[in-house]
């Protein structure tokens, strides 16, 4: 009953923009910490965006930083990712989690202490 329902994803080109969302349901996101994860074929899930709290830094990984923005609505129990300027190396299927921002000490890593992840929502990057 408790879920993150992940949307917005989908086949765009180079240098386009897609936004994804991140929804709770059955549960409010509010004082939960928000990280945006993907795993592309072959590879392992990495940290993409975290958002510890309404106060203080968004993380970015370098590979996004000043393409991707995180963020909350909280109104809409939604958190966003933002993906601009768009690479073929960020086709990936991108996670949203939630965890306890005392417990996760500001990891943005997949191993880290998140209590729910999302069914995961497929972004393609090809002309």
């Known amino acids: 009953q408790l879920q993150l329902v992940e949307s917005g994803g989908g086949l765009v080109q180079p240098g386009g923009s897609l936004r994804l969302s991140c929804e709770g349901s059955?549960?409010?996101?509010?004082?939960?910490?928000i990280g945006w994860f993907r795993q592309a074929p072959g590879k392992e899930r990495e940290g993409v965006s975290c958002?510890?709290?309404?106060?203080?830094?968004?993380y970015y990984a370098d590979s996004v930083k000043g393409r991707f923005t995180i963020s909350r609505d909280n109104a809409k129990n939604t958190v966003y990712l933002q993906m601009n300027s768009l690479k073929t190396e960020d086709t990936a299927v991108y996670y949203c989690?939630?965890?306890?921002?005392?417990?996760?000490?500001?990891?943005?890593?997949?191993?880290?202490?998140?209590?729910?992840w999302g069914q995961g929502t497929q972004v393609t990057v090809s002309s």
């Open positions: 989690a939630a965890g306890s921002p005392l417990l996760l000490f500001n990891l943005c890593v997949p191993t880290a202490t998140w209590d729910y």
């Open positions: 059955g549960f409010t996101l509010d004082p939960y910490a």
């Open positions: 958002i510890m709290s309404s106060i203080g830094s968004p």
